[in-house]
């Protein structure tokens, strides 16, 4: 306990008192911006596809002393959004935070040999979701709230063998700009967009003889860490960003990124 206590001192206690969800949660990027939302005061509600990970990951963050729920949750579910949404109201009483995290890359074909429903499961998975997601939650978000999206590096020169997802990603930084417009003032939307990050989701590019090369793209000379991420994710979301909306934040070690 004395040494999460020195770790939240640190990082200090944005959340205090706030509610926050993320959406494919229970490992990697979305796991750790949990925590760090969780070390810094906030209720955070987890959720991802399969109830022993969910069990897993509460355990996880309930052994670090921090409040934590559980929802299964599969984005692409209609039934499982609305759960989601009002399982943390009747649990909480009110949304500040939400990280739409949830994301696939079910193929590395390239574009023109793409299945159409891969092509329809890569778009209402990664994009489409965050929309009827934010459906759901906009009438419980609280004055002040915060919207943060998980893009991509992959956003802003989409690779051969994950194109279409790619491209994906650029829709998000569109869609960060288009949900601020409508929000405001009352919610801010940001993106985060990830670098190369040795996650299980991008083990296909971060492993083995991938990690040197990738590494030495950067101007960091490394490749990222979940808690880069995490602790990109927190400001945004945090009263620090406060007159910050519709941006797009890149954390990927100085990766070329301009559309």
Known sequence: ????????TKIGRRFEGKVAIVTASTQGIGFAIAERLGLEGASVVISSRKQKNVDEAVEKLKNKGLEVFGVVCHVSNAQHRK???QKTVDKYGKIDVIVSNAAVNPSVDPLL???????DKLWEINVKATVLLLQEAAPHLQKGSSIVIISSIAGYNPQPAMAMYGVTKTALLGLTKALATE?????RVNAVAPGFVPTNFAAYITKDEGVKANEEKTL?????????MAAAAAFLASDDACYITGETLIVAGGLPSRL
């Open 113 to 119: 040999r793409t299945l159409e429903s891969i092509l």
């Open 220 to 228: 960091l000379g490394r490749l990222g860490t979940p808690k880069d």
């Open 1 to 8: 306990m004395a040494k999460i206590m020195d770790m939240e």
């Open 183 to 187: 929000m405001a003032p009352v919610t």
């Open 83 to 85: 759960d989601l949404i």
